[in-house]
Structures are given as structure tokens and as C-alpha cells.
């Protein structure tokens, strides 16, 4: 292990791009830059890189066995991605049109995503497919990326090039001006033209946050949101040092994959080493290895891919691991269970992990990615609250007499310097320390809205400048507990699925009529959530029935990649609020007490 | 383990499949994964990583999307193992 920690601490010649493809890569870029490290004070995303591309570090991008596959140092980054923004800029589109990317993990993906902004063009990340018999839902999924971002351009490589082109025969706007692979883009013309500067006021990406296939919403980041934000990953919530390394498997098309773990370090100059994310699932102690070979210091996970390494970690993989390089372990994306983190933290400590490194953080896309972190060091904090009042009076107490019920939650910090953070009751006045209610944000880094979406964006942003987040929790001590998400999201192993795209799967199904489905998350005993879905039925045979609940059921999974209790009800049997709308609580209700299930708001532990 | 067969791969993985799931059925090539066995993403990964170190091969994600049943899977696996020899 020595040697390969004294290959990374000299900056070693470069002697490969990925544009150079055909020459075998020697080594990855070093941790140590020979450049003054400058904490994202930066006004635009390419001044970012511009800066970056003086040193030596870089992306490292590594093949399911480990081994390293390309290397994109942010030199080589920043010269190629010029030489695709002129291929672009040949297309002759206006300043700020959008571009599709699907997101693989791979250095065409990041080349093309710089190239968008030095040619002035808004790129967005779509997300690869990963469910058994998805195809057709995954192509609906692209086309309403394509239609709602109105993009001018879509590039996917060879692996995903046909998803997008059945996704594009059928659009119904004619904004889409070329499609095709990175290969294909390489063999158009460069265009004589001057790149203009980025201003802090313009779009630098969009992110899309579902993957509905009727209504999906691109959060609209502009170049100054991200700067702040970026700013305050590095600064507050990493304090970003020299010698840090980062080690990432997470999807470029999300927030926390493509802010936290490909703009932030690039910010920083610091060099990242990235598994696919799809490798990282099937084999999750290769992202460990990587960790422990590099000398990681920085690699977030949702709690849902520390319990893929938990569960998979044979205690003969621990031997070769040293982790106690790895000082901040951000956990973020989804509700936090402590239990999730102790049990990993337990596992892992024959390696050498510190628990002190987790940092347990709250934020979300329309925010850019972060909104609060905890002091850097610590470990993950909790309070133990009273189960019974937290669900009869929505306040947190602290548990004081042994034997009482509780919840425990995750202290997730406080906001960044520049934000803040409210929590309001369903009149939309400020609760008290203590009192659970909706959670706001303001800030530099909230959006500017859901792209050619007023109704949505007013939905989400108050006149005011407040973002409701969609989340509840409270404040303590000026630190942030998530308790939960309003009923329309259910969070399944890390994955947001909105309650109304599985009930609008439902209505596609010929016997299920508009507004006679309901869908909701509820808890199992191991503290992991199941969808439930009701519908209405007018069937009468057994046959027809077990027939509708099949196919509802492989809908729901080709769509989101879950299992789904289905249950079938009379009609009127849903609850509906006086202006006819179905009530997903009082639905939910209904089905755990015909279940007759006892539902735990969270876990509930006993103080022994 | 280069001259598998596609009945062969059939076979096995209907074997292999009986222990993946809570449920006591007969698995065979018409079983559909989905409704018939529950698998869901924690198992299909496991599933995945199974395949690959039982007949060396890489299984890419975007294959995995036109595969229902037991069948299609052992028909993808037969052609991934083709074209990788």
C-alpha cells in the first residue's frame, strides 16, 4: 500500500485522455496538486475549471474489477471540452439551449456537460436504465425529459443510443436539432467562433427530480446558485484541506453524484476516483477498496448503499481494508436511520473506519444539493424523542424516564452561512424550537425555478423567496431533524418515487378510472418502506382481478424498480376531501386498519 | 463452462433462481421475474453478480430492460457469452 500512497503523492506525468483513446492508461492523477489550492471562489462554473486545468489533478474513472479504466485530468477536461463546444456551437443554436445527456459514468459524459457551458448551452444529466422489462416506461421517461426541457441537442453513447432515438420519434415539439453519439459529435466541424464568458446570472444546468413520465420538473440552477453552493460544500460542510481525494459511485444524473461529487472537487482541484454506479451495486466493496487504496478522505453514500456494504461484506473482505484514511463520510439523499450508520460503523471498524467521519446532511435539487451540515468531525448526533407525543401533540421532547418509547433522530446541522431555514405549521406560521412542521429554505443556492413551469414553480417557491421543501422536521438548538417527507413522496432503498406517478400508472390500466387509485409508503418492522397501492375495481372475477393486480404490479416495478402491495377495493371506498380529491393520508388510514397493521411514524426502539 | 448450452443455462438458472425468493413455487423458463418471483433491486443485483461469476461475463444494464422472464434471461446471458469468446 505504500507504494501505490507515494505514486499518488507525486504528481506523475500524463501520459493519457480519454480523447487519446488506444494508449493504456499508466497511472491516476495525484492527490497533491503542485497548485495553490483555492476553495470554490469562484464566479462561474469554467472559471472553476480554467483554474483547475493549471494543475495536475483530475477524474479517475475505474471498471467493475477495480481496475483503472481512463483517466480525465482537468487540464486534458478543459481543453477537449473546447473543442467540443465549437463542434456545438457549429449547430447554430441560441445562448441557452438545452442539451441532453445521458448520464453514464464516463468521461464523455463530464467532457460534454463543460462543453455545454463554454459553448453557453444549459446541459442536463438523464438518468440510465436500471429496472428489469423497463424499456418502454424508460423511453417515456426520456421523452418527457426531452419535451419538458424543450432540448435542442440529445447525446447518449452506444450502450443507450437507441432508448433515444425510439424516445425521440415520438416527440411532440420540434425544438430537437441533432441527436447522436459522443463518436458522432467528434466528426462535425468546429465553428470559428469566440467563447463567450459565462455571466453569474445565467442557467448552468438543469436538474430533473422524477422520473414521472407525465410531469417530470428540471430544477433551474443558475451559475451564481451553484457557486454558493459549491462554496459551501467546500468551505462548511468538507472544509476542504490539502491532501483530500475523493472516491464516488454515484449517478451522475443526481444531485449529490453530479454537484457533490464532480463540480464540488473540481472546485477545489481536488482528484476524484469514480466506480459506476451500477458496479458499485452489484459488487459494493470494490467503492470500499477504492477508498482504502487511494487514500480516500471523501465518499458520500445514501444510507441505502452503506447498507448494500453491510450487507455484503464477508469478514474475510475486511482484511485487506484501511479506512482510516477517510475523515468525512457524507450521508445524505434520504431519510437517515442511526441504526443504519451504527451497524456499519460496527462492521467496518475492523478496517479502520472512524465513526467520527460520518456527516449526516440534509438538502435537495432545488436547493443545487446542500442546505445543512453538521461540524465536521463529530459523527452522527441524535435525539431521542418521545414516540407518543411526537404523534399526538407533533413535538419533539426528549426522553428523560428509562422504558418510554422513542424516536431517534439524526442531527443534520445547521444551514449554510447565507441561508435559512424555517419550520412553519399548515398555517404557515413559525413553530416553535421543538414542534415538527413543514421545513422552508431560503438562500443564494435555492432555484430559480421548475424550467417553463410557472404553476410547479409557484407550487414550490413563496412569493417571499421561502422554498418548501416537501420535507417535515424540526429545529433544536438551531440544528436541523428530518422526521419525514409529506405523504406525497415515498422513499424506497434511496429512491424518490412520487405517490401521483404510481397512481397515474394505475389509471393507464384500461379498468382503473381518473382518481380511483391511491398510493402511499408505509413502514415495515425492519424500518425499510413498501408501496401500497389502492384501487377502486368494478371486477367481479377472480381471473380479471389476480390479472389487474399482475400488471399493476410489473408496471410499478418496470417504473421504478419496487415491489408494490396491491389492494383492490369497492368503489367509493377511498376517501376523498370535500372538493372530490382523494386524500393519500386518509387512504393510508383505511388500508392499515383493514390490514390491521400498527404503524411506528418511524422506528420505534425501547429505552432498556 | 465455454460450451454451455442456452438449455443448460436454462436449467441452472432455475435452480439457482428456487432459493432466490421467500416463496415455495417451481421455477421455470416461463416464470416471470416481476410478479412471479418478486424480485426486486437488492435481489437483482445479487442475482447479477451471481450470473457474472458463474459464467464470466459482464451483464450491461441497458440488457436488463427487455428481460421479463426466466427465459429472456438465459437467452441474454447465452448471447452475452457468444459474442465475449
Known amino acids: 500500500m505504500s507504494s501505490t500512497i507515494a505514486t499518488l503523492g507525486v504528481p506523475p506525468v500524463q501520459k493519457t485522455s480519454s480523447l487519446s483513446s488506444g494508449i493504456d492508461v499508466v497511472e491516476p492523477t495525484p492527490t497533491i496538486n503542485l497548485l495553490t489550492q483555492r476553495r470554490a471562489d469562484f464566479t462561474t462554473l469554467v472559471e472553476s475549471l480554467e483554474y483547475a486545468a493549471q494543475g495536475e489533478t483530475g477524474y479517475n474513472f475505474y471498471d467493475a474489477k477495480g481496475n483503472l479504466k481512463s483517466v480525465l485530468s482537468y487540464r486534458d477536461l478543459c481543453a477537449s471540452a473546447k473543442v467540443i463546444a465549437r463542434r456545438l456551437s457549429g449547430l447554430g443554436l441560441a445562448r441557452n439551449s ?154 451522475f444524473y443526481h444531485d449529490m453524484g453530479l454537484v457533490g461529487l464532480v463540480l464540488a472537487p473540481l472546485a477545489a482541484q481536488l482528484s476524484v476516483d469514480y466506480l459506476a454506479t451500477r458496479d458499485f451495486a452489484v459488487r459494493p466493496l470494490q467503492w470500499l477498496k477504492l477508498i482504502s487504496r487511494n487514500r480516500c478522505t471523501i465518499a458520500f453514500s445514501q444510507p441505502f448503499g452503506l447498507k448494500l456494504c453491510t450487507l455484503r461484506a464477508r469478514d474475510s473482505d475486511l482484511v485487506d481494508l484501511d479506512l482510516s484514511c477517510w475523515r468525512a463520510a457524507g450521508v445524505g439523499a434520504e431519510m437517515i436511520r442511526l441504526e443504519t450508520l451504527k451497524i456499519f460503523a460496527a462492521k467496518f471498524a475492523a478496517a479502520g473506519f472512524d465513526e467520527r467521519a460520518f456527516l449526516p446532511c440534509y438538502g435537495l435539487a432545488e436547493s443545487t444539493l446542500a442546505v445543512s451540515f453538521p461540524d465536521i468531525g463529530q459523527g452522527a448526533k441524535s435525539l431521542r424523542v418521545d414516540a407518543k407525543t411526537l404523534i399526538e401533540k407533533k413535538v419533539a ?212 | 463452462m465455454s460450451e454451455v448450452t442456452q438449455e443448460q443455462i436454462t436449467e441452472l438458472l432455475c435452480q439457482r433462481l428456487v432459493y432466490f425468493t421467500e416463496i415455495e413455487m417451481e421455477v421455470s423458463p416461463e416464470t416471470n421475474l416481476i410478479t412471479h418471483l418478486a424480485i426486486d433491486s437488492v435481489k437483482l443485483l445479487n442475482l447479477v453478480m451471481e450470473i457474472e461469476d458463474e459464467f464470466d461475463i459482464s451483464v450491461p444494464l441497458n440488457t436488463l430492460v427487455d428481460v421479463l422472464t426466466v427465459q429472456d434471461l438465459a437467452n441474454l446471458i447465452h448471447k452475452i457469452k457468444l459474442s465475449s469468446q
Open chain 1, 397 to 608: 421532547v426528549r426522553v428523560q424516564a428509562d422504558g418510554r418509547k422513542y424516536n431517534e433522530f439524526v442531527n443534520c446541522g445547521r444551514p449554510l452561512p447565507d441561508h435559512e431555514v424555517r419550520v412553519v405549521d399548515d398555517t404557515d406560521h413559525d413553530v416553535p424550537s421543538m414542534a415538527v412542521g413543514s421545513i422552508l429554505v431560503r438562500g443564494r443556492s435555492v432555484m430559480s425555478g421548475y424550467f417553463n413551469n410557472a404553476e410547479e414553480t409557484a407550487r414550490a417557491i413563496r412569493a417571499d423567496g421561502w422554498l418548501d421543501t416537501g420535507d417535515i422536521g424540526f429545529l433544536f438548538e438551531g440544528n436541523l431533524y428530518i422526521t419525514g417527507r409529506r405523504t406525497d413522496v415515498i422513499i424506497v432503498n434511496g429512491r424518490n418515487i412520487r405517490a401521483q406517478d404510481v397512481e397515474e400508472l394505475a389509471e393507464q390500466q384500461p379498468e382503473v378510472r381518473a382518481r380511483e387509485a391511491s398510493a402511499f409508503g408505509i413502514s415495515n418492522e425492519d424500518g425499510s418502506t413498501s408501496v401500497v397501492l389502492v384501487v377502486e375495481c368494478r371486477l367481479a372475477s377472480a381471473v380479471d382481478r389476480q390479472s389487474l393486480i399482475n400488471r399493476l404490479q410489473q408496471m410499478v416495478y418496470m417504473a421504478f424498480g419496487v415491489n408494490c402491495l396491491v389492494e383492490l377495493v369497492p368503489p367509493h371506498t377511498l376517501p376523498r376531501t370535500s372538493s372530490g380529491k382523494l386524500s393519500r393520508f386518509a387512504a393510508r388510514q383505511g388500508f392499515l386498519r383493514r390490514v390491521n397493521m400498527e404503524q411506528p411514524v418511524v422506528t420505534i426502539n425501547t429505552v432498556s
Open chain 1, 98 to 251: 438545452r442539451v441532453a445527456l445521458i448520464a453514464d459514468t464516463t468521461p464523455e459524459f463530464v467532457e460534454l456537460f463543460f462543453a455545454c457551458r463554454y459553448a453557453g448551452f444549459v446541459p442536463f444529466a438523464m438518468p440510465v436504465p436500471v429496472n428489469l422489462g423497463s424499456r418502454a416506461i424508460y423511453v417515456q421517461q426520456l421523452k418527457g425529459m426531452l419535451e419538458s426541457s424543450k432540448a435542442s441537442v440529445a447525446l447518449a453513447n452506444l450502450d443507450f443510443i437507441e432508448f433515444l432515438n425510439e424516445a425521440i420519434g415520438g416527440l411532440r415539439n420540434d425544438e430537437l436539432k441533432w441527436c447522436g453519439t459522443p463518436d458522432q459529435l467528434d466528426l462535425l466541424p468546429e465553428a470559428d467562433v469566440a467563447l463567450l464568458q459565462n455571466t453569474p446570472d445565467e442557467t448552468a444546468y438543469l436538474q430533473f427530480t422524477s422520473g414521472s413520465t407525465r410531469s417530470p420538473r428540471g430544477v433551474v440552477i443558475t451559475e451564481q446558485a451553484l457557486m454558493t453552493n459549491l462554496r459551501g460544500i467546500v468551505c462548511n460542510g468538507l472544509d476542504v484541506r490539502l491532501g483530500d481525494r475523493c472516491a464516488s459511485w454515484l449517478p
